[in-house]
C-alpha cells in the first residue's frame, strides 16, 4: 500500500510562488511515475504536470513556464514549485503515483491564489 502526504500549500497573493511536497511511502518511490492535480470548486480534476520514473515532465499548458515538477528519490518526495501564480490557479492540489494499473492519491493540500 502507497500513502501519499502532501504539503505546502497555503494562502498567496496574485504574483507570488509556493512549493507544494508530495512524500511517499510503503513503496519502491522510484519506479513511480509521480503527478500533481487539481481540482477547483465545480470544476472536474485536472492534470497539472507529471513525472516519469526517469525524470521527463510533462505540463498543462496554462502553467508552463510557471510551475516546475521535480523528484528526489532520495527522500521519496515529489514537488511541485508554482511561481507566478494567478487566481484561477486556486484549487485543492492532489499527488498521484502510478505504476502500470496502480494508482494512487494523497488528501489534497488547498492552494488559495488571492489579494
Known amino acids: 500500500q502507497v500513502q501519499l502526504v502532501e504539503s505546502g500549500g497555503g494562502l498567496v497573493q496574485p504574483g507570488g510562488s509556493l512549493r507544494l511536497s508530495c512524500a511517499a511511502s510503503?513503496?519502491?518511490?522510484?519506479?513511480?511515475?509521480m503527478g500533481w492535480y487539481r481540482q477547483a470548486p465545480g470544476k472536474a480534476r485536472e492534470l497539472v504536470a507529471t513525472?516519469?520514473?526517469?525524470?521527463?515532465?510533462n505540463y498543462e499548458d496554462s502553467v508552463k513556464g510557471r510551475f516546475t515538477i521535480s523528484r528526489d528519490n532520495a527522500k521519496n518526495t515529489v514537488y511541485l514549485q508554482m511561481n507566478s501564480l494567478k487566481s484561477e490557479d486556486t484549487a485543492v492540489y492532489y499527488c498521484?503515483?502510478?505504476?502500470?494499473?496502480?494508482?494512487?492519491w494523497g488528501q489534497g493540500t488547498q492552494v488559495t491564489v488571492s489579494s
Open positions: 498521484n503515483a502510478a505504476h502500470r494499473m496502480y494508482a494512487y
Open positions: 513525472i516519469t520514473s526517469s525524470g521527463r515532465t
Open positions: 510503503g513503496t519502491i518511490f522510484s519506479i513511480y511515475a
